[in-house]
């Protein structure tokens, strides 16, 4: 026999096919002794029927006359070898693949053959074997329409009972293998997505609906080991942790698109059966209550991870009723999403210390009662907030029990970094998402003013308003201005299918209240102190949205407080050019205003949601001394960063279109007298070996290694906004003028003279330039540089104690005239008088009471 098998004949050939068919019918039993024959067949024969499927119909005509298919199963019932095992299902994958003849296909599918082969008792104790047997499945499942479908299930009474691919496949769909998981959801959405209404039925019905509740919470689990690598990981630059944490991200996204597909697969029972799992399971017992409850509690996830889940699902599972009732949901209290599970509710946010910056000025609009519980004061109706002017002022207070929406406007206000920029981002993301009834975003005091007018504008044109004046007097409108029907219906869901009844509503309260009060906590964010740029960034956007036209919501008071954060902003950047780094402040400002620009320029967020989880990664400020030039980079980045974003919300305020550079002034031209000029330099400054004129430099002795001193002429030049402090040896040849060996930044110099030895001058030498500034680093690398650009310090040795003093009055000079020269480009700029001094631009909309579109 093993003669014949090898013996020379045409491979591919009908003769072929017929004689390995022939060899397999005479097996009783594959054993150890014979199995690498049978192998070896069955591999063949999947190689003749795909090429006969191509080349040579006959190859399938005998394949389907000696009934192959059965003779496969025969040989998988007689087999003792997993090695056989494994080759008739890898068999079965190419066959099916690679087949493209609908008939070849429909054959294959009938007569149970696949069922057989589907259902048989396998050892996935081998996972290679559970490996094959899953592309087996995914094979199968390639193939699918409505015609093959019908094979592969049983029905009585025109119903379907039995489903062997789908019910069989769904048993791994929690498997711990990620390659696995993967492939049993491609699966699935290839049945959803066929459209056989018997199929639908029979997934979306008991015991087989049940799955889509287990994939929900399987999803919850995803987020409780997430939340658990991100507390461990918080403040720390592991990059395990951090690769650890980007890999439970991505599969949590993978996850959100899934749900998303099956949704978007049509079958009405399973996008109605998914989304209500979403929100039971995820939303309403997860999300929702970790933004107030204890968040070290098993089975609970902490705020942070909470925020960027809701931007997650909102950004992703694009659902009109999902987004919807999640808005409305927002009106209630976490107390009410919890009262069936036991889980003990602080009634304060328990992440953060509530210390509210301008509460110290007087501000009352956040107080705290006796009872811990925060509250929300705002005015009862929105005739009561308008005052002569049209200016928002709150006139007859009311207190609204601390609900979801308020506590994301409360970590805004005074929450910490990452918690401003989650709830930031979670608003936005409401902002953004289409599938969200813009009356909904009224209420929630989000609708930016741009869609508003188009709405009011549409209602005037068709007739549904009772005139004019609806669009174009504010006075009008806030007799109309009142909660949405829509959002009264979405309640009434959420109080009746889910029995949330503690949702506020306060009686007279409007999207004009609600409007102002996300108004009145942005221009808060703005003028708080302990929040970094790129998030106040964001906020900057957000308002943007929300003002384009401005209107009475935007009050004086608000533009009094954004004139004063500005003018501290201003003194803090005037103060960077006496700073560490005012050789680089102008060219960073320019910059960060292109970015800035951009940023609350677009249309939407540049950040994705998991920014608010990388922001929590964001290695600590250890091992980084405060008092180094490194952290007075960081600084004086931040610095400018906040003030480019004032500056252009100043701007903005008043109508004016943001230029594309910044409008500082010209550099100056340098005295020739200057000792810069004198020297022969630019602004690029002098390189190692650049020949210079020595001019006023001094004679001096430095060591750079233990026992080996050397002999330099001292020179401290500046050119405009450059500097540098120069070490030079003179040329023999040429007297009076010498080669630059070393050059240094003059900036963070701080010239000091030794107060025992009265020649020697000490100098500090920072680095020149900041890792953090090249944008092709990582920004969780900036720290771990910032080791490696250690501050220098020179001790220069004089010759006498006058030729020291002389060194350091050239030096404080030099550095006085490089701070003064950045000063005088940067005043042009700080002015508010030169924000608003240009008449021939129209005035901001928002000093008017009313506002046309068609003129804005």
Request: charged share 25%.
């Amino acid at each position: 026999m093993w003669f014949s098998f090898w013996r020379s004949r045409n491979r591919f050939s009908v003769d072929e096919l017929r004689y390995l068919t022939d060899q397999l019918l005479k097996f009783q039993v594959v054993n150890e002794v014979n199995k690498d024959f049978v192998i070896e067949a069955l591999r063949s024969i999947a190689e003749l029927i795909t090429y006969g499927d191509q080349h040579d119909s006959s190859f399938f005509d005998f394949f389907m006359e000696k009934q192959v298919m059965g003779e496969f199963v025969r040989i998988l019932r007689i087999s003792r070898t997993v090695s056989v095992s494994l080759q008739l299902l890898q068999t079965m994958s190419i066959m099916i693949q690679n087949i493209k003849n609908e008939h070849a296909i429909y054959y294959m599918f009938s007569n149970e053959h696949i069922n057989s082969l589907i259902t048989y008792s396998f050892n996935f104790d081998n996972e290679e074997l559970l490996s094959y047997y899953i592309s087996f499945l995914r094979a199968i499942s390639g193939k699918l329409n409505k015609n093959t479908i019908s094979l592969l299930v049983k029905t009585e009474n025109d119903e379907i009972v039995s489903f062997p691919l789908y019910v069989e496949a769904i048993r791994f769909a929690f498997h711990e293998e990620n390659m696995i998981r993967t492939a049993i959801r491609a699966l699935t959405l290839n049945v959803y997505h066929v459209g056989d209404d018997g199929v639908n039925r029979f997934v979306a019905s008991p015991p087989h609906a049940k799955y889509f509740s287990n994939m929900v919470k399987f999803f919850c689990k995803q987020c409780i080991d997430l939340n658990g690598l991100v507390t461990n990981a918080s403040g720390k630059s592991e990059p395990d942790l951090i690769a650890k944490i980007f890999s439970a991200v991505d599969e949590i996204e993978d996850t959100l698109y899934y749900f998303s597909d099956i949704i978007s697969a049509g079958i009405p029972d399973i996008g109605r059966l998914l989304t209500d799992k979403i929100l039971k399971h995820l939303v309403f017992q997860l999300l929702l209550p970790s933004l107030r409850t204890e968040s070290n509690q098993e089975g609970q996830i902490g705020s942070i991870t909470s925020l960027y889940l809701l931007c997650c699902i909102l950004h992703i599972v694009k659902i009109k009723d999902l987004a919807n009732v999640i808005a409305a949901v927002l009106f209630s209290q976490p107390e009410a999403v919890v009262s069936n599970r036991g889980i003990k509710v602080n009634g304060i946010v328990s992440s953060h210390k509530c210390i509210d910056e301008r509460q110290q000025s007087g501000d009352e609009s956040v107080t705290k009662e006796n009872s811990g519980a925060l509250k929300i004061t705002v005015p009862s109706s929105s005739s009561d907030m308008m005052s002569d002017s049209g200016d928002c002022t709150i006139r007859k207070p009311s207190t609204v029990s601390h609900g979801v929406r308020e506590t994301l406007l409360s970590y805004i206000r005074c929450g910490n970094d990452v918690q401003v920029l989650g709830s930031l981002s979670v608003l936005a993301m409401l902002l953004q998402t289409k599938e969200l009834d813009e009356s909904m975003l009224d209420a929630l005091g989000i609708l930016p003013q741009r869609k508003k007018h188009k709405k009011l504008l549409l209602e005037a044109l068709v007739g549904e308003t009772s005139g004019e004046e609806q669009l174009f007097t504010s006075e009008a409108s806030s007799r109309r201005d009142s909660i949405s029907s829509e959002l009264d219906d979405y309640i009434e869901r959420l109080k009746e299918q889910y029995g949330l009844s503690n949702l506020i509503l306060e009686e007279g309260a409007s999207p004009r209240v609600h409007r102002f009060q996300v108004l009145d906590v942005l221009v808060t964010l703005l003028c708080r102190s302990n929040i970094s740029a790129e998030t106040l960034w964001y906020g900057g956007w957000l308002l943007r949205q929300l003002l384009p036209y401005g209107e009475g919501e935007f009050s004086s008071h608000h533009l009094l407080t954004l004139k004063e954060s500005y003018r501290e902003s201003a003194c803090a950047l005037m103060g960077e050019t006496r700073g560490s780094w005012p050789d680089h402040v102008v060219t960073i400002l320019c910059d960060e205003w292109r970015k800035c620009k951009r940023a609350i320029e677009a249309p939407s967020p540049r950040k994705e949601p998991k920014y608010i989880l990388l922001s929590l990664l964001r290695p600590s400020e250890d091992g980084v001394p405060s008092n180094s030039s490194y952290a007075a980079g960081e600084k004086m980045c931040e610095t400018v960063k906040v003030f480019v974003l004032l500056h252009q919300l100043q701007v903005f305020s008043i109508g004016r279109t943001l230029p594309e550079q910044p409008p500082i002034g010209s550099p100056s031209d340098s005295s020739e007298s200057s000792r810069g000029k004198t020297a022969g330099l630019d602004e690029c400054g002098p390189k190692a070996g650049t020949e210079i004129k020595l001019g006023d430099a001094v004679p001096c002795r430095i060591s750079f290694e233990r026992g080996r001193e050397r002999h330099f002429h001292f020179l401290a030049a500046s050119v405009g906004s450059n500097g540098w402090i120069l070490l030079a040896e003179e040329l023999p040849l040429k007297p009076r003028h010498g080669v630059v060996r070393v050059a240094a930044p003059l900036a963070s110099s701080n010239p000091k003279i030794d107060e025992k030895h009265p020649k020697w001058l000490h100098l500090g030498i920072r680095p020149s330039t900041l890792p953090f500034l090249d944008p092709t680093k990582s920004p969780l690398q900036g720290k771990a540089k910032a080791r490696a650009l250690v501050d220098g310090r020179w001790t220069l040795a004089f010759r006498d104690e006058e030729s020291c003093k002389s060194a350091l009055s050239m030096t404080l000079e030099e550095i006085n005239m490089q701070s003064n020269e950045v000063e005088k480009r940067l005043k042009p700029l700080v002015s508010l008088d030169a924000i608003s001094g240009s008449s021939n631009l129209a005035p901001h909309p928002l000093f008017h009471k009313s506002v046309s579109p068609l003129n804005s």
